[in-house]
């Protein structure tokens, strides 16, 4: 598109310029084509494109192999990182090919739009992409459309533009079609006034250079106001006149289709990156035919039918309900439809439309591309530990007690840390032991972002990561938080950490009062120090700590039961399981002589709750502290007459809750508590029946049934699963490698 420049806009060379303005969809595959084409054609001395000026240093990476689309601009506001803005683009975005062309060529390339320090100043709330102008019409597609008679504005864009497959340029009719809905250069909103007459002010100095020939790749919307003549230079100095400013960087970062398919920010999202990008790749009719290749091929992939008679009834059918629908050729609404008619159902179309319509494809940045330091040390220990970034989630198994699983273990805890979640540590998954973890990576743009505003606390991901938990320590009130700092620092391989947060620990334990946040400590401590052995980390200032908040423990947890209700004493009782774990984990030496005597003054006490009694005198039984005969005993006593119900119900809640075997296996126990059912008054019974049904409803369903038949005086079968007669030498043979697994001595 040439037009005459107006007077008093000329510049001084004798012959004006030509003007070419190729009006764009964001992320369009037809543009991106036919902004090429054009480019090829018209061969412009200088490029101007859309994009904010600021960020025209960076477009000197796009030559670089290592930069692969979809890429974004991050600009951020220095000093304030949470403000910040991206601008993706995609293989398929008319500006990025613009981009290339200029580069491949040598050409001048200019950005033209509103600088971000200018932006990004005005937004005091700051985002993470930029909006699209408003619209005095609301979308002008729509009111394109409507007045072709087609109701949907994105079928009806596509149609003219983004699926042809010539790539013929057609920005004259869409500068024409957008003037006519527009209807002039004034814009609709502050906002966008002020980014035009920037664009404008780019387009005068362009002007002004001498350069003969002038393209301009915008938005389609904007032609109208870049058109010459253009206004008075001096409408747009005044609105432009004392903008605010800040200070940003701008940087190159990886961007994603997954993102890409969004519904708003700068240029606009795609529904269906995944589709476009096949589209500016296989234009024409025969990219239907191979869109459907490609999706036989992942169903296959995925165990599903597709033969080529499928690919070709396919594409017969994509064709017909194109011209049925009155369409000029297939869009993604016809090959979809065929798809799931012909070749996929519903489990295949989810398929296609996750992995082929929006896709899982990531960009690439070069690793000396402009970052701040510590995003450059956490891509060089990203590379290092072979931790690949995906927009997709992927899980990861990781053995600790190999160099590489612990070198990504090490990383991931520090992203941890420090608050970047990459990777989320699942629980319950994988083996038992702690020498495995299992971790789901996904990275999100937006992490970016949370680096750049974490790069004050140190310039490498381990320093950083200690100089935020550091902070955090100092900052920390709990006793249970500073062990879960030390805990991630024994995690995250930390040694600059521990030792201060371990100081801290010491000190706030001596001074805490409540022994059942000392309680609370001990099983993560326990866990770190089971987990620091396998991982080959020095933990011993933790041992020195656990030592001394055992010592504690051993010394508050009488009077820590003492005159507990109902839900502080359900409290306890885990509290009490817990600190009989936490030793059996470390092998410490208490669970074998002060812990059993501790839980024995528990049992005798009538000021403690019968929940508690009860679990203590279990946690004997289990430990080995107590023989059959001292629990009987103790049970005995806890359910004669001289002791409430309710205290009696109690006391059998916490010795027998979540498991029944200690009655299967032990029938005196079980008739000293069917006598004590059995004696019950009735309204005792009414009262106390809830409680009992609780406790022995948890237990296991073969459990309950051989408690059952016991009850009922009848014979519980134990099949031996080999028939009548054994062969006591191979028996004798299998209980040698059993004793063996088990370690018990021969």
Known sequence: ??????????????????????????????????????????????????????????????????????????GYVVDQPHRAAFLPFAEFSPEWQAFVWAQQRDVPLRAIDLPLANSLAADSDGGVELQLADHPVGDPLAALAAAAGDPDPERWWDDV????????????????????????????????????????????KAMHEGHERIAVVCGAWHVPALALPLPPATVDAATLRGLPKVKVGVSWVPWTHRRLAATTGYGAGVASPGWYAHVFRHPGATGVSRWFVGAARLLRHHGLSASPDHLIAATRTAGALAALRGRPRPGLGEVLDAADTVMAGSTGLALIQRELVVGDAIGEVPDDAPQVPLARDLAAQQRKARLKVQADARTVELDVRTPGGRNRSVLLHRLRALGVRWGTCEEGRGTSGTFRETWVLRWEPELTIRVIELSAHGTTVEAAAAHRLLEQ?????????????????????????????????EAQAAHDPDVAQVIDTLGPLARALRYGDVRGT????LRRVFDGLVVRVLAGTVMACRSLDDDAAAAMVER??????????TDHAARRGEWPAVLTLVTERSDVHGLVQGRAAR??????????????????????VGVTPAVGAAFVEGFVAGSGTVLVHDRELLDIIDTWVSALAPDSFVATVPLLRRTFGAFEPAERRQLGMLLADQEVVHGTGFGDEIDAARAASALVTVRQMLGVAQ
């Open 473 to 505: 320590a100092h900052a920390a009130t709990a006793l249970a938080d500073l062990v879960l700092i030390l805990d991630t620092a024994l995690l995250a391989d930390l040694p600059a950490v521990v030792q201060p947060v371990v100081a801290l620990v």
């Open 576 to 585: 009490l399981a817990g600190v009989q774990a936490a030793l059996a984990l």
């Open 161 to 204: 533009i983004e699926h042809r497959g010539d790539g013929a340029p057609s920005f004259e009719a869409v500068a024409e079609a957008m003037t006519a809905v527009r209807g002039g250069w004034e814009a609709a909103s502050a906002r966008e006034s002020r980014r035009e007459a920037f664009m404008r002010q780019s387009l005068r």
């Open 619 to 640: 946690l004997l039984h289990d430990g080995g502290a107590w023989n059959r005969a001292q629990v009987g005993h103790r049970v005995s006593r806890a359910l004669s």
């Open 538 to 541: 020095d933990a011993s200032a």
């Open 1 to 74: 598109m040439t037009s005459p420049l107006a007077v008093g806009n000329a510049p001084p060379a004798s012959q004006p310029p030509e003007v070419h303005l190729l009006g764009i969809r964001h992320h369009g595959p037809g543009s991106a084509r036919s902004v090429v084409r054009a480019l090829d054609a018209l061969q412009p001395t200088v490029v101007l494109v859309e994009l904010p000026a600021d960020c025209e240093a960076a477009l000197s990476w796009v030559a670089h192999e290592q930069l692969v689309p979809p890429v974004a601009l991050l």
